[in-house]
């Protein structure tokens, strides 16, 4: 069954690939993403457990959903299936969540090879996309770690005359 799936949506890009003019991607757009990358873990920092876990699910849930519409028909409604499963497993585990942005990495780089673009006005935001996605399944497969550490007390230093 899943090489049948694999063989049509295939067929369904190559079909594509005479028609699609692959969009510049930069260093600059890379650094971009990155820093957008890099303010989700920081804002995500700032919420305490299991809220950071729980609202990281549903958020990559939602992005599972970013490319209806994407160019690739059906495929796209399969994608947002398996992206919303994996992500309610990610209630659970971080490694899921990992999982999840590295299915909509695959995605946006498909997308920025063959189909449309995330945001309608900025070609190679499919390629941002990717980036980001990437440094966001690497935090989570490290288990998300915060940035800041609230928690940590400090001690207090006395001085003996």
């Known amino acids: ?18 028609k699609h003019i692959i969009p ?3 260093g600059t757009d890379a650094l971009g993403a990155v820093l957008v990358a890099l303010l989700y873990i920081t804002l995500s920092s700032l919420l305490k457990e299991p809220r950071r876990q729980q609202l990281s699910a549903i958020i990559v ?51 920025h090879l063959y189909g449309n673009p995330i945001v309608p006005f900025s070609l190679s935001s499919s390629a941002g996309c990717a980036v980001c996605d990437a440094v966001l399944a690497v935090w989570f497969f490290m288990k998300a770690p915060p940035v800041f550490n609230f928690s940590r007390k400090t001690k207090a230093v006395s001085i003996k005359a």
């Open 1 to 18: 069954m899943v090489p049948a799936l694999c063989r049509a949506l295939l067929h369904l890009i190559i079909k594509h690939m005479d």
């Open 24 to 26: 510049a991607f930069g």
């Open 61 to 111: 849930a939602g992005a599972g959903a970013a490319y209806l519409s994407g160019g690739f028909g059906i495929w796209e409604l399969l994608f947002c299936t398996i992206v919303t499963v994996t992500a309610f497993k990610g209630l659970k585990r971080y490694y899921f969540i990992g999982i999840a942005w590295l299915l909509h990495t695959v995605w946006d780089l498909l997308h």
